[in-house]
Protein backbone atom coordinates (compact mmCIF):
# COMPACT_ATOMS: atom_id res chain seq x y z
CA UNK A 1 0.00 0.00 0.00
CA UNK A 2 1.83 3.34 -1.23
CA UNK A 3 1.75 5.87 1.90
CA UNK A 4 1.01 9.17 1.43
CA UNK A 5 3.72 12.30 1.17
CA UNK A 6 2.91 15.55 3.38
CA UNK A 7 2.43 18.01 1.37
CA UNK A 8 5.51 19.68 2.98
CA UNK A 9 7.34 17.32 1.90
CA UNK A 10 6.56 17.04 -1.53
CA UNK A 11 7.35 20.80 -2.12
CA UNK A 12 10.45 20.26 -0.87
CA UNK A 13 11.04 17.29 -3.43
CA UNK A 14 9.76 19.78 -6.31
CA UNK A 15 11.90 22.63 -5.01
CA UNK A 16 15.13 20.57 -5.55
CA UNK A 17 14.55 20.23 -9.31
CA UNK A 18 16.04 22.82 -11.15
CA UNK A 19 16.12 22.05 -14.84
CA UNK A 20 12.99 22.58 -16.33
CA UNK A 21 12.65 19.32 -18.00
CA UNK A 22 12.20 17.86 -14.90
CA UNK A 23 10.04 19.95 -14.06
CA UNK A 24 8.52 19.22 -16.89
CA UNK A 25 8.12 15.51 -16.29
CA UNK A 26 7.03 16.51 -12.68
CA UNK A 27 4.04 17.86 -13.92
CA UNK A 28 3.08 14.34 -15.65
CA UNK A 29 3.37 12.55 -11.63
CA UNK A 30 0.15 13.27 -11.13
CA UNK A 31 -2.46 16.05 -10.26
CA UNK A 32 -1.15 16.74 -7.46
CA UNK A 33 2.37 17.27 -8.19
CA UNK A 34 1.24 18.86 -11.01
CA UNK A 35 0.07 21.52 -8.76
CA UNK A 36 3.46 21.40 -6.76
CA UNK A 37 5.50 21.68 -10.05
CA UNK A 38 3.80 24.87 -11.61
CA UNK A 39 5.22 27.63 -9.20
CA UNK A 40 8.56 25.82 -10.05
CA UNK A 41 8.27 26.00 -13.55
CA UNK A 42 7.59 29.88 -13.89
CA UNK A 43 9.41 30.67 -11.38
CA UNK A 44 12.45 31.89 -12.92
CA UNK A 45 11.63 33.13 -16.80
CA UNK A 46 14.17 34.19 -19.16
CA UNK A 47 13.86 34.81 -22.52
CA UNK A 48 17.54 35.32 -23.36
CA UNK A 49 18.86 33.20 -26.16
CA UNK A 50 15.68 31.60 -26.80
CA UNK A 51 14.64 31.50 -30.72
CA UNK A 52 11.88 33.70 -31.66
CA UNK A 53 9.43 31.01 -31.96
CA UNK A 54 10.17 29.07 -29.29
CA UNK A 55 9.27 32.44 -27.00
CA UNK A 56 5.85 32.52 -28.62
CA UNK A 57 5.01 28.91 -27.82
CA UNK A 58 6.28 29.66 -24.46
CA UNK A 59 4.05 32.41 -24.04
CA UNK A 60 0.98 30.82 -25.23
CA UNK A 61 1.63 28.21 -22.64
CA UNK A 62 2.27 31.14 -19.99
CA UNK A 63 -0.48 33.34 -20.15
CA UNK A 64 -3.35 30.50 -21.39
CA UNK A 65 -6.59 29.95 -18.42
CA UNK A 66 -5.99 33.75 -17.99
CA UNK A 67 -2.80 33.61 -17.53
CA UNK A 68 -2.68 31.83 -13.98
CA UNK A 69 0.92 30.63 -14.39
CA UNK A 70 2.02 34.56 -14.83
CA UNK A 71 1.16 34.87 -11.13
CA UNK A 72 4.08 32.25 -10.27
CA UNK A 73 7.06 34.41 -12.21
CA UNK A 74 8.85 35.94 -9.60
CA UNK A 75 11.99 36.56 -11.76
CA UNK A 76 12.29 37.71 -15.16
CA UNK A 77 15.19 37.90 -17.74
CA UNK A 78 14.84 39.78 -20.99
CA UNK A 79 17.03 40.29 -24.17
CA UNK A 80 16.72 44.48 -24.89
CA UNK A 81 15.44 44.23 -28.05
CA UNK A 82 14.63 47.91 -30.72
CA UNK A 83 10.83 48.88 -30.47
CA UNK A 84 11.60 47.74 -34.75
CA UNK A 85 11.03 44.40 -33.98
CA UNK A 86 7.52 44.96 -32.80
CA UNK A 87 6.18 41.45 -32.78
CA UNK A 88 8.75 40.40 -29.66
CA UNK A 89 8.81 43.81 -28.27
CA UNK A 90 4.82 43.78 -28.10
CA UNK A 91 5.29 40.20 -26.47
CA UNK A 92 7.67 41.41 -23.69
CA UNK A 93 5.43 44.25 -23.19
CA UNK A 94 2.23 42.31 -22.32
CA UNK A 95 4.16 39.76 -20.03
CA UNK A 96 5.08 42.33 -17.89
CA UNK A 97 1.18 43.24 -17.69
CA UNK A 98 0.66 39.98 -16.41
CA UNK A 99 3.18 39.44 -13.81
CA UNK A 100 2.40 41.14 -10.42
CA UNK A 101 3.98 39.28 -8.76
CA UNK A 102 7.37 39.77 -10.17
CA UNK A 103 10.23 40.48 -7.72
CA UNK A 104 13.53 40.13 -9.85
CA UNK A 105 13.49 42.09 -13.65
CA UNK A 106 16.97 41.58 -15.48
CA UNK A 107 18.31 43.14 -18.84
CA UNK A 108 20.59 40.84 -21.30
CA UNK A 109 21.94 42.65 -24.39
CA UNK A 110 21.27 40.41 -27.73
CA UNK A 111 22.21 40.55 -31.39
CA UNK A 112 19.93 43.50 -31.96
CA UNK A 113 21.07 45.89 -29.06
CA UNK A 114 24.03 47.36 -31.22
CA UNK A 115 21.36 48.86 -33.47
CA UNK A 116 19.52 51.19 -30.33
CA UNK A 117 21.20 53.63 -29.11
CA UNK A 118 19.16 54.09 -26.31
CA UNK A 119 16.22 52.42 -24.69
CA UNK A 120 13.03 54.25 -22.79
CA UNK A 121 12.03 51.93 -19.95
CA UNK A 122 8.99 54.65 -19.75
CA UNK A 123 7.79 53.88 -23.77
CA UNK A 124 8.55 50.32 -22.81
CA UNK A 125 6.23 49.61 -19.84
CA UNK A 126 3.23 52.01 -21.23
CA UNK A 127 3.71 54.22 -19.11
CA UNK A 128 2.95 56.77 -17.42
CA UNK A 129 -0.56 56.14 -18.07
CA UNK A 130 -0.09 52.49 -16.77
CA UNK A 131 2.47 52.03 -14.02
CA UNK A 132 3.73 48.74 -13.83
CA UNK A 133 1.81 46.53 -11.77
CA UNK A 134 4.84 44.94 -9.79
CA UNK A 135 7.11 46.13 -7.09
CA UNK A 136 10.57 45.42 -7.64
CA UNK A 137 13.16 43.70 -4.84
CA UNK A 138 15.88 43.69 -7.49
CA UNK A 139 16.46 45.44 -10.96
CA UNK A 140 19.40 45.04 -13.26
CA UNK A 141 20.67 46.53 -16.88
CA UNK A 142 23.22 44.73 -17.66
CA UNK A 143 24.28 46.26 -20.73
CA UNK A 144 26.45 49.64 -22.02
CA UNK A 145 23.54 50.75 -23.80
CA UNK A 146 22.00 53.91 -22.63
CA UNK A 147 19.26 54.34 -20.38
CA UNK A 148 16.77 57.23 -21.19
CA UNK A 149 17.11 59.11 -17.73
CA UNK A 150 13.65 60.55 -17.70
CA UNK A 151 12.03 56.74 -18.50
CA UNK A 152 14.83 55.27 -15.91
CA UNK A 153 13.45 58.23 -13.06
CA UNK A 154 10.33 57.57 -13.57
CA UNK A 155 10.77 53.55 -13.59
CA UNK A 156 12.30 53.57 -10.16
CA UNK A 157 10.39 55.90 -8.35
CA UNK A 158 7.42 53.53 -9.31
CA UNK A 159 9.89 50.52 -7.11
CA UNK A 160 9.93 52.01 -3.87
CA UNK A 161 10.78 48.73 -2.46
CA UNK A 162 13.67 47.90 -4.75
CA UNK A 163 16.62 46.35 -2.41
CA UNK A 164 18.94 45.72 -5.07
CA UNK A 165 20.07 48.12 -7.96
CA UNK A 166 22.36 47.17 -11.04
CA UNK A 167 23.29 49.44 -13.86
CA UNK A 168 25.77 48.77 -16.08
CA UNK A 169 25.54 52.26 -17.74
CA UNK A 170 26.13 55.59 -16.96
CA UNK A 171 23.30 58.09 -14.78
CA UNK A 172 23.73 61.47 -14.10
CA UNK A 173 22.96 61.13 -10.38
CA UNK A 174 20.13 62.85 -10.12
CA UNK A 175 18.36 60.11 -12.49
CA UNK A 176 18.22 57.88 -9.65
CA UNK A 177 15.39 58.68 -6.87
CA UNK A 178 15.72 58.23 -3.19
CA UNK A 179 14.96 54.19 -2.78
CA UNK A 180 14.54 53.90 0.77
CA UNK A 181 14.89 49.67 0.81
CA UNK A 182 18.06 50.22 -0.87
CA UNK A 183 20.78 48.06 0.11
CA UNK A 184 22.98 46.32 -3.00
CA UNK A 185 24.21 48.73 -5.67
CA UNK A 186 26.19 48.18 -8.52
CA UNK A 187 26.91 51.07 -10.76
CA UNK A 188 29.60 51.56 -13.48
CA UNK A 189 31.48 55.06 -11.96
CA UNK A 190 31.20 56.96 -8.55
CA UNK A 191 29.16 59.82 -10.59
CA UNK A 192 26.15 57.11 -10.62
CA UNK A 193 26.53 56.09 -7.16
CA UNK A 194 26.69 59.23 -5.86
CA UNK A 195 23.00 60.14 -4.81
CA UNK A 196 22.08 56.48 -4.09
CA UNK A 197 24.81 56.30 -1.73
CA UNK A 198 24.34 59.54 0.15
CA UNK A 199 20.64 59.15 0.67
CA UNK A 200 20.46 55.75 1.16
CA UNK A 201 22.44 52.91 3.48
CA UNK A 202 23.93 50.83 0.91
CA UNK A 203 25.52 47.97 2.50
CA UNK A 204 26.89 45.63 -0.85
CA UNK A 205 28.89 48.51 -2.83
CA UNK A 206 30.33 47.57 -6.58
CA UNK A 207 31.75 50.45 -8.46
CA UNK A 208 33.37 49.20 -11.97
CA UNK A 209 35.12 52.33 -12.80
CA UNK A 210 36.99 53.92 -9.33
CA UNK A 211 39.43 56.14 -11.14
CA UNK A 212 39.11 58.66 -8.67
CA UNK A 213 38.98 59.06 -4.64
CA UNK A 214 35.98 58.27 -3.46
CA UNK A 215 34.69 61.57 -2.93
CA UNK A 216 31.80 61.58 -0.75
CA UNK A 217 29.82 62.59 2.56
CA UNK A 218 31.21 60.78 5.67
CA UNK A 219 27.95 59.21 5.82
CA UNK A 220 27.73 57.68 2.40
CA UNK A 221 30.01 54.88 2.84
CA UNK A 222 29.77 54.55 6.63
CA UNK A 223 27.13 50.85 6.36
CA UNK A 224 29.16 49.13 3.62
CA UNK A 225 29.63 46.14 4.63
CA UNK A 226 30.83 44.18 0.99
CA UNK A 227 32.85 46.66 -1.67
CA UNK A 228 34.15 45.58 -5.14
CA UNK A 229 36.25 48.34 -6.65
CA UNK A 230 38.30 48.23 -9.66
CA UNK A 231 41.31 50.53 -9.41
CA UNK A 232 44.05 51.92 -11.09
CA UNK A 233 46.29 52.29 -8.22
CA UNK A 234 46.38 50.85 -4.20
CA UNK A 235 47.19 53.90 -2.60
CA UNK A 236 43.05 54.86 -3.87
CA UNK A 237 42.57 52.63 -1.21
CA UNK A 238 43.87 53.86 1.92
CA UNK A 239 41.26 56.98 2.49
CA UNK A 240 38.34 54.72 1.24
CA UNK A 241 39.40 51.74 4.04
CA UNK A 242 39.00 54.23 6.75
CA UNK A 243 35.84 55.80 5.65
CA UNK A 244 34.68 52.26 5.67
CA UNK A 245 34.26 50.96 9.30
CA UNK A 246 32.42 48.43 9.11
CA UNK A 247 34.23 46.31 5.94
CA UNK A 248 34.61 42.86 5.99
CA UNK A 249 34.06 41.64 2.51
CA UNK A 250 36.32 43.60 -0.83
CA UNK A 251 37.31 42.49 -3.75
CA UNK A 252 40.10 44.85 -5.73
CA UNK A 253 40.38 44.77 -9.24
CA UNK A 254 44.43 46.29 -9.55
CA UNK A 255 44.33 46.77 -13.19
CA UNK A 256 47.95 47.30 -13.59
CA UNK A 257 49.55 46.15 -11.10
CA UNK A 258 50.79 42.20 -10.18
CA UNK A 259 49.67 39.89 -7.43
CA UNK A 260 53.40 39.99 -5.75
CA UNK A 261 53.03 43.54 -5.75
CA UNK A 262 49.37 44.09 -4.73
CA UNK A 263 49.88 41.26 -1.62
CA UNK A 264 53.06 43.09 -0.72
CA UNK A 265 51.01 46.50 -0.18
CA UNK A 266 47.67 45.70 0.89
CA UNK A 267 48.93 47.88 4.54
CA UNK A 268 47.36 50.76 2.92
CA UNK A 269 43.81 48.30 4.14
CA UNK A 270 44.87 48.86 7.55
CA UNK A 271 41.87 51.53 8.27
CA UNK A 272 39.69 48.72 7.81
CA UNK A 273 39.77 47.51 11.33
CA UNK A 274 36.81 44.76 10.44
CA UNK A 275 38.25 43.29 7.12
CA UNK A 276 38.15 39.22 7.06
CA UNK A 277 37.86 37.68 3.17
CA UNK A 278 39.91 39.69 0.92
CA UNK A 279 39.27 39.08 -2.67
CA UNK A 280 42.17 40.17 -5.29
CA UNK A 281 41.34 40.52 -9.44
CA UNK A 282 43.75 41.30 -11.45
CA UNK A 283 44.27 42.33 -15.47
CA UNK A 284 46.29 38.73 -16.91
CA UNK A 285 49.90 39.42 -17.56
CA UNK A 286 51.45 38.98 -21.04
CA UNK A 287 53.72 37.70 -19.53
CA UNK A 288 53.18 36.41 -16.04
CA UNK A 289 55.19 34.34 -15.64
CA UNK A 290 57.59 37.38 -15.08
CA UNK A 291 55.72 37.95 -12.17
CA UNK A 292 56.14 34.74 -10.15
CA UNK A 293 54.67 34.82 -6.58
CA UNK A 294 53.97 31.84 -3.94
CA UNK A 295 52.80 31.08 -0.61
CA UNK A 296 55.20 33.31 1.04
CA UNK A 297 53.68 36.24 -0.23
CA UNK A 298 50.05 35.45 0.80
CA UNK A 299 51.61 34.85 4.75
CA UNK A 300 53.25 38.13 4.48
CA UNK A 301 49.77 39.62 3.57
CA UNK A 302 47.86 38.14 6.41
CA UNK A 303 50.73 39.27 8.76
CA UNK A 304 50.14 42.79 7.20
CA UNK A 305 46.53 42.66 8.34
CA UNK A 306 45.74 40.78 11.52
CA UNK A 307 41.85 41.15 10.99
CA UNK A 308 42.05 38.91 7.70
CA UNK A 309 40.89 35.31 7.79
CA UNK A 310 40.83 34.65 4.06
CA UNK A 311 42.29 35.95 1.05
CA UNK A 312 40.90 34.61 -2.89
CA UNK A 313 42.71 35.31 -5.72
CA UNK A 314 40.71 34.86 -9.04
CA UNK A 315 42.82 33.00 -11.63
CA UNK A 316 41.22 33.19 -15.01
CA UNK A 317 39.15 36.55 -15.65
CA UNK A 318 35.67 36.83 -17.20
CA UNK A 319 34.26 33.89 -15.82
CA UNK A 320 30.99 33.11 -15.48
CA UNK A 321 30.99 31.58 -12.54
CA UNK A 322 34.39 32.71 -11.42
CA UNK A 323 37.25 29.92 -9.56
CA UNK A 324 39.91 31.32 -7.06
CA UNK A 325 42.72 30.09 -5.26
CA UNK A 326 41.78 30.00 -1.66
CA UNK A 327 43.85 30.87 0.99
CA UNK A 328 42.93 30.51 4.66
CA UNK A 329 44.68 31.52 7.87
CA UNK A 330 46.74 29.17 9.34
CA UNK A 331 46.02 26.38 6.72
CA UNK A 332 49.20 25.76 4.69
CA UNK A 333 47.74 24.87 1.09
CA UNK A 334 45.59 27.08 -0.59
CA UNK A 335 41.91 25.26 -1.81
CA UNK A 336 40.51 26.07 -5.00
CA UNK A 337 37.18 27.05 -5.28
CA UNK A 338 33.83 28.07 -7.72
CA UNK A 339 31.47 30.21 -6.96
CA UNK A 340 27.94 29.12 -6.80
CA UNK A 341 26.61 32.48 -8.41
CA UNK A 342 27.25 33.97 -11.66
CA UNK A 343 29.73 36.73 -11.47
CA UNK A 344 27.09 39.38 -11.49
CA UNK A 345 25.35 38.23 -8.55
CA UNK A 346 28.72 39.24 -6.48
CA UNK A 347 26.79 40.46 -3.25
CA UNK A 348 26.36 36.64 -1.52
CA UNK A 349 28.21 34.69 0.92
CA UNK A 350 31.76 34.66 -0.31
CA UNK A 351 32.32 32.01 2.10
CA UNK A 352 29.10 29.76 2.39
CA UNK A 353 28.18 30.62 -1.39
CA UNK A 354 31.11 28.48 -3.21
CA UNK A 355 31.93 24.61 -3.79
CA UNK A 356 35.32 23.11 -3.61
CA UNK A 357 37.28 22.55 -6.84
CA UNK A 358 39.91 19.61 -7.36
CA UNK A 359 43.16 20.47 -8.04
CA UNK A 360 44.14 18.70 -11.69
CA UNK A 361 47.76 17.23 -11.20
CA UNK A 362 48.76 18.42 -14.35
CA UNK A 363 47.61 22.07 -13.99
CA UNK A 364 50.28 24.50 -14.65
CA UNK A 365 51.07 26.85 -12.38
CA UNK A 366 48.51 29.96 -12.78
CA UNK A 367 49.59 33.17 -13.14
CA UNK A 368 52.94 33.19 -11.46
CA UNK A 369 52.35 31.17 -8.68
CA UNK A 370 54.96 29.20 -7.43
CA UNK A 371 53.39 27.20 -4.44
CA UNK A 372 53.12 23.43 -4.42
CA UNK A 373 49.56 22.35 -6.26
CA UNK A 374 50.59 18.74 -6.22
CA UNK A 375 50.42 18.47 -2.44
CA UNK A 376 46.94 20.29 -2.57
CA UNK A 377 45.48 17.94 -5.81
CA UNK A 378 47.13 14.62 -3.59
CA UNK A 379 45.38 15.72 -0.04
CA UNK A 380 42.20 16.27 -2.46
CA UNK A 381 41.66 13.16 -3.21
CA UNK A 382 40.61 12.20 0.03
CA UNK A 383 38.25 14.32 0.48
CA UNK A 384 34.70 13.49 -0.18
CA UNK A 385 33.78 13.85 -3.21
CA UNK A 386 30.29 14.92 -3.08
CA UNK A 387 32.34 18.39 -2.45
CA UNK A 388 33.23 18.34 -5.90
CA UNK A 389 32.14 19.86 -8.96
CA UNK A 390 32.82 17.23 -12.03
Known sequence: MAALIPVEIARIIAGYLKD???LLNLLLVSRAFHLLAEPYLYNDVSFCQQREHTIHNFLLGLTASGGRCTHFVKRLRLPIIPPLRSRLYTSYQTV???????????????RSTGLLKRFDLQDFLNGPSSPPAFMLKHFAWHSRCSL????????????????????????????IPTLPKLRVLHALNLAAAR?????NQVTHLRINNCTTSLDLN?????????????????????????????LECFEINVLSSPIPTTLSRLNVLKGATKLHHLRIRTAVPRHWQDHPWD?????????????????????VPAMNF????????????????RSLYPELE???????????????????PQIGYQGDLHDAAGESEDQDETSYFD
Request: charged share 20%; with cysteine.
Open 346 to 364: WWHDWMDDHATVRFALNEP
Open 295 to 315: HNDVLKAFDSLPSLSHISIQL
Open 195 to 199: RSLET
Open 218 to 246: DAALLNVVVCVLYLDTLEELSEAAVRMPN
Open 96 to 110: LTLVPNLEDLQFYPS
Open 322 to 337: PEYYHFTKGVLQPTKI
Open 20 to 22: KQS
Open 148 to 175: DSIGLTWFLASQKSLECLSLMTFHAADA
